[in-house]
């Protein structure tokens, strides 16, 4: 999954920023990071884990 992909997850499911950073139990900072694709600290790429990945099929079998 890519930054891109995971935030029109975010919108395509109606979920703020907060909420989905909420759900996957990370802070707002981490899920804007995962957002951007990049750190905020150092700039670098973040890299989006499959344990992400999973959370977000979860989060979206419960929202349908």
């Given at each position: 999954?890519?930054s891109s ?19 996957h139990e ?12 990049a ?14 990945v ?11």
């Amino acid at each position: 999954m890519t930054s891109s992909e995971l935030k029109a997850w975010r919108e395509s499911l109606g979920l703020s920023q907060r909420a989905a950073a909420e759900a996957h139990e990370v802070t707002l900072f981490t899920f804007q990071a995962w957002e951007r694709g990049a750190s905020w600290k150092t700039g670098k790429p973040t890299k989006i884990k499959s344990s992400v990945v999973a959370m977000c099929e979860k989060i979206s079998q419960a929202k349908t």
